[in-house]
């Protein structure tokens, strides 16, 4: 605690260092925790003598409680204070409600007659198998860095953030994350399919809005404008309620079948055609795949970041987004080549050159490991 005391009844709180720094047996840059901070006395204002710092400890959690302010440097710097406290949310398990959740609330209300935070997300446990607390000494450890070595660290995230609401526990199952993969592996089998032939035919993106291309879509194409952007409305609206478990299970359902299944398998034919009459409908169907695959990647980014923007520079992708006709599409550049899509892969990633096929049966390269050096 930092109060020190006098016999006379006299007591000093002591808030910041520069008041320590006042106290007698101070050197800069001494260790301030016991037993060292117990060397530092103050003269008594009252009748002058010594005093002698409480021995008595105060829950470890009160420091738990100040941190979001006193991380900020408040009181003495009250700009970062005032720029971003309180926060928006907080996360933790499920145990810390009566630990750092609660320690939080209580000094913030204290203090400043508020809670330091506008939500809390409480997130569940990751146990075994069979639903039991991992442990060493059980030796039902999973260890993620295996996990991520052999299915890459995207995969794994999707699977944690799909199993289960976010503030459920999840019983893990070694084959989840070979399912998020599957997923993934299916979205980068459609991008590979369609940039190739984008590439092939020299698509630019950025030749190409919605309102020029209007009169050349076809029902299909509208469809499935009309599923990304029901699919970017749902997720949206999941990702802003926390719902993670929903927002990766729309992605999932749009990959597998709307995107692949479905839209990928009704314009393949349309792709492979060469008569020189048919450009606007090849475009047209180009630019149905670019706006779905790119509005893909940025919905998908929160969950599996690293091929989210492997795809979204992959296929011409820069910071910033444009609207066309009412459409939010994504700014590309036409600086790879003869089009704004950029057909060889970033060398980051380790492929194999195996040839595989999507859920309808089109033959494509199969998708990175999305195992890169990251590991978040």
């Known amino acids: 605690m ?8 006299e007591k000093r709180v002591v808030g910041t260092y520069d008041e320590l720094r006042e106290g007698d047996g101070y ?3 001494m260790d301030t925790h016991r037993p060292w901070i117990d060397g530092v006395t103050f003269e008594c204002p009252r009748c002058g003598g010594e005093m002698h710092r409480v021995q008595d ?5 009160f420091d738990s409680g100040v941190a979001g302010w006193a991380d900020l440097g408040w009181p003495s710097d009250k700009e970062q204070f005032e720029k971003w406290w309180p926060a928006r949310f907080i996360v933790e398990a ?7 959740f609660y320690s939080q609330l209580a000094a913030g209300v204290i203090s ?7 939500e809390v997300m409480m997130h569940g446990w990751v146990l075994d198998p069979k639903g039991q607390k991992m442990s060493k000494s059980k030796g039902n450890v999973i260890d993620p860095i295996e996990i991520i070595d052999q299915t890459g660290a995207d995969s794994l995230r999707f699977y944690i953030l799909r199993a289960n609401a976010p503030w459920d526990d999840t019983a893990f199952q070694k084959d989840g994350p070979k399912n998020g993969r599957k997923v993934l592996n299916t979205y980068w089998n459609v991008v590979n399919f369609a940039s190739t032939y984008m590439n092939i035919d020299g698509y630019d993106p950025d030749a190409h809005t919605f309102d020029s291309m209007r009169d050349s879509l076809r029902d299909e194409d509208l469809w499935m404008i009309s599923r990304t952007e029901k699919m ?14 929903k927002l990766t299970r729309v992605l999932e359902e749009y990959i597998l079948e709307d995107l692949s299944r479905w839209y990928v ?7 492979w055609s060469e008569d020189e009459d048919a450009a606007k409908d090849k475009n047209a169907s180009y630019f149905t795949l670019h706006y779905a695959i790119m509005s893909t990647a940025l919905t998908l980014a929160p969950v599996c970041p690293h091929i989210a923007e492997e795809v979204y520079l992959h296929m011409g992708g820069r910071p910033g987004l444009r609207a066309y006709g009412g459409l939010a599409v994504l700014g590309r550049g036409a600086d790879k080549g003869r089009s704004g899509v950029q057909h060889e892969a970033h060398p980051g990633y380790s492929r194999d050159n195996r040839r595989g096929e999507t859920e309808d049966g089109q033959q494509a390269q199969m998708a990175p490991e999305v195992r890169d050096d990251m590991r978040g």
Do not use: M, N
């Not at 930092?2 to 009844?9: D, E, I, L, M, R």
């Open 232 to 245: 970017k409305r749902d997720a949206t609206a999941h990702l802003e309620g926390r719902e993670l478990h």
């Open 2 to 9: 930092p109060v020190w005391t006098c016999p006379c009844g």
């Open 112 to 118: 400043f007659d508020r809670a330091p935070y506008d």
């Open 57 to 61: 400890v105060l829950d470890v959690w």
């Open 27 to 29: 050197t800069e840059g």
């Open 94 to 100: 499920h145990d810390q409600t009566r630990g750092w």
């Open 265 to 271: 398998r009704l314009v393949r034919d349309r792709t």
